[in-house]
């Protein structure tokens, strides 16, 4: 538990929202997003404040735990309802690289701050910041670690198809990173494509959580967990209803040398004593309690860009 692994980095960036409410752009195709919406501002408002609250205490509970985390505010003057989930529109690698995503919705392109980009160059080693959001402009869009569920070790990026993870922008990723890009199809409950990989897949240092049930080839179900397999992990398979409720919404970190596993109270409540005794043999649980960010579709992984860069001395 104690060894050092490039798969769960040690520090992220957060951001917490003062104008949050379910994004209407993005409802179409996230099943996992909460059809209602207030009904007058006092409610809104209420809904806002209380999901500031909840980043606010989830970063109180990752500093405990002995994550490092920069915390951004937004007061949503942009029309930014999203910006909760920043590992959309960017991510870290170790050598010194950054990305930047092209974004499905409008108003979530938004979301990409100079001044998160700028604390990365100053606390970290950033050598080059490759930018792949002018692929918008072609209606290509791949939306980052949703998109995409990176295995750092055996360099495989695990991607379910949906209209956020476009195979040319894939593909660049993958050359430009030197990933092996490893994609399927996926069904949620609707029948329709899971809008992103990252809540039904989760791989960290020695185990990987991820909803099998919902890729309807079995000749790529079982190609996909050889894989995971053969990387040496530990393949906990979680039900439908697990999907449902976040259980693959989850994040590996580096905690004081440590590793944990962030992840939202409703996913931790769901798992079964068995599958949490797995998960216990390589990192600590630390649930986070965030049901209403969960109602915008995401939970603690999506709120959680890990930074996979050296820092500066």
């Keep these: 538990?104690?060894?050092?692994?490039?798969?769960?980095?040690?520090?992220?960036?957060m951001i917490r929202p003062h104008r949050f409410h379910p994004n209407p752009e993005t409802a179409a195709d996230n099943?996992?997003?909460?059809?209602?919406?207030?009904?007058?501002?006092?409610?809104?408002?209420a809904i806002a404040e209380t999901a500031r609250d909840?980043?606010?205490?989830a970063a109180e509970a990752l500093e405990h735990a002995g994550v490092?985390?920069?915390?951004?505010?937004d007061f949503g003057e942009h029309g930014t309802p999203d910006s909760v989930?920043?590992?959309?529109?960017?991510?870290t690698h170790a050598g010194g690289h950054v990305a930047l995503y092209p974004m499905y919705s409008g108003n979530r392109r938004r979301e990409r701050r100079p001044d998160v980009i700028d604390l990365l160059k100053t606390q970290y080693r950033v050598a080059e910041v490759i930018d792949f959001s002018v692929l918008e402009q072609d209606e290509v869009f791949l939306e980052g670690t949703g998109a995409m569920v990176l295995d750092h070790v055996t360099r495989v990026a695990?991607?379910?198809r949906s209209r956020r993870a476009d195979p040319a922008a894939l593909e660049r990723f993958c050359e430009r990173f030197q990933y092996e890009p490893m994609c399927f199809d996926t069904a949620g409950a609707d029948g329709k494509p899971i809008y992103h990989t990252n809540v039904m897949m989760s791989v960290a240092t020695d185990f990987a959580l991820i909803g099998l049930d919902v890729i309807p080839d079995?000749?790529?179900?079982?190609?996909?967990?050889?894989?995971?397999?053969?990387?040496g992990r530990t393949v906990i398979g979680l039900e439908r209803e697990q999907i449902g409720n976040f259980a693959g919404n989850a994040i590996e970190l580096t905690a004081n040398g440590a590793r944990v596993l962030a992840l939202s109270q409703r996913a931790y409540d769901c798992l079964s004593p068995e599958q949490r005794r797995l998960i216990e043999r390589s990192a600590q649980l630390l649930p986070l309690n965030v049901p209403t960010i969960e109602m915008a579709g995401g939970s603690v992984r999506c709120m959680l860009a890990g930074i996979h860069l050296a820092r500066r001395h």
């Design 31 to 45: 099943a996992f997003q909460c059809a209602a919406a207030a009904t007058c501002s006092e409610a809104a408002q």
């Design 1 to 13: 538990m104690n060894l050092p692994s490039i798969q769960a980095p040690s520090a992220v960036v």
């Design 85 to 91: 989930f920043p590992n959309n529109w960017f991510s």
């Design 158 to 160: 695990y991607t379910a």
């Design 68 to 73: 490092r985390v920069h915390l951004f505010d």
């Design 54 to 57: 909840e980043v606010t205490q």
């Design 218 to 231: 079995a000749t790529r179900r079982a190609e996909i967990r050889r894989r995971l397999e053969q990387s």
